[in-house]
Nanobody
Framework: QVQVVESGGGVVPPGGSLRLSCAAS????????VAWYRQGPGKEREMVGG???????NYKDFVKGRFTISRDSAKNTVYLQMNNLNPNETAVYYC??????????WGQGTEVTVSS
């Protein structure tokens, strides 16, 4: 089985930064992408961005220039660097591993609170 674990969440002031980690383990097959999502209180889950198996990244417009997705393939880990955070970005942040020929694997999420 595949296990996906997010970490790095916490409380930061407006304008602050956090780096989240997404570590995968187990019987990982061939994947085509790893994506980050978030869900704030009373809101629907929304995609933040992702990274392909080739290392290409994409981001939603509302985080471009502030968030960066990177990877360490040797550690089976993907990172989400978040800078200049806004209070409305308080949410549980989720990592999703998307394999070829199988259903996606989700982590349990890590909480990010942006508050003064």
């Amino acid at each position: 089985q595949v296990q996906v674990v997010e970490s790095g969440g916490g409380v930061v002031p407006p304008g602050g930064s956090l780096r989240l980690s997404c570590a995968a383990s187990g019987n990982i097959g061939s994947i085509y992408a790893v994506a980050w999502y978030r869900q704030g209180p009373g809101k629907e889950r929304e995609m933040v961005g992702g990274i392909s198996s080739e290392g290409e990244t994409n981001y939603k417009d509302f985080v471009k220039g502030r968030f960066t997705i990177s990877r360490d393939s040797a550690k089976n880990t993907v990172y989400l660097q978040m800078n200049n955070l806004n209070p409305n970005e308080t949410a549980v942040y989720y990592c999703c591993l998307k394999p070829w020929g199988d259903s996606p694997h989700w982590g349990q999420g890590t909480e990010v609170t942006v508050s003064s």
